[in-house]
């Protein structure tokens, strides 16, 4: 699976466990108490970035351990 099927699959399971979850009422951003309610622009806005940074970490993460496991797998192999 290349980087970009992977980022298609994480993408695709990271809207769907958004669909399912329950957002709150209010998301307070400021040090004052001012909320941002949810749906508004801001908290969308920084839902998307959150989410953005997540899934690039979750696909280096992932192509990561793909790469390594034939490596190990190879070296188990040699010993025996």
């Known amino acids: 699976m290349d980087k970009e099927q ?18 709150p009422k209010k998301f307070f951003i400021t040090e004052n108490g001012r909320g941002v309610v949810d749906g508004g622009d801001l908290y969308n806005a920084v839902l998307k970035d959150v989410l953005g940074v997540v899934s690039v970490a979750l696909v280096d993460i992932f ?5 390594a496991a034939p490596a190990k797998a190879t070296k188990s192999a040699a010993k025996k």
């Open 6 to 23: 992977l980022a298609k699959m994480v993408a695709e399971k990271i809207d769907a466990a958004l669909k399912a979850s329950d957002h």
């Open 63 to 67: 192509e990561e351990l793909a790469n």
